[in-house]
């Protein structure tokens, strides 16, 4: 195995482990939408840079959900379910970490659906890799 690859693999793991978070979290009503968002948010973006890194595809340091999805399209490379919809998660490792909890939060977004989104995107990252698919 390459040095690439496990690189990108051991990131994986570390989107899984911050996907386990993120639904252990979830089933405790007392714990706030902006803890798990992060973990939702984490999980998808280290899935993402997992499935980049593997390509070998340079991504900048970023949190930015939105720019690793064109990262992706632009290396055309297969897309995340959902690929339009994920950078909503965005807010979660970057402004809603220090800012007003009530500023920015669109009504759309809840527990589930963050929670479906790293399910369905760190899901698809493992299938990357297991099928070695490349394409759309």
């Known amino acids: 195995m390459s040095e690439l690859k496990a690189q990108a693999l051991a990131l ?3 989107a899984g482990d911050d ?3 993120a639904q252990c979290l979830g089933r405790d009503s007392s714990i706030s939408i ?3 968002g992060f973990h939702a948010q984490q999980a998808i973006e280290k899935a993402l840079k997992s499935v980049l890194m593997q390509h070998g595809i340079r991504y900048p ?3 930015d959900i939105e720019a690793l999805v ?3 399209e632009t ?3 297969r897309l995340p379910p959902e690929s339009g919809n994920l950078s909503c998660l965005t807010p979660f490792a970057t402004q809603f970490r220090y800012e ?3 500023w920015g939060l669109i009504k759309s977004v809840t527990i589930d659906r963050m929670l479906g989104y790293a ?3 760190v899901a698809w990252a493992r299938s990357m890799f297991r099928d070695g698919k490349t394409d759309r």
């Open 12 to 14: 994986l793991k570390k």
């Open 19 to 21: 996907l386990h978070a």
């Open 34 to 36: 902006w803890t798990i």
């Open 61 to 63: 340091f970023t949190h």
């Open 70 to 72: 064109d990262l992706l």
């Open 75 to 77: 290396g055309a490379l």
């Open 100 to 102: 007003d909890e009530q």
């Open 119 to 121: 399910e369905t995107t």
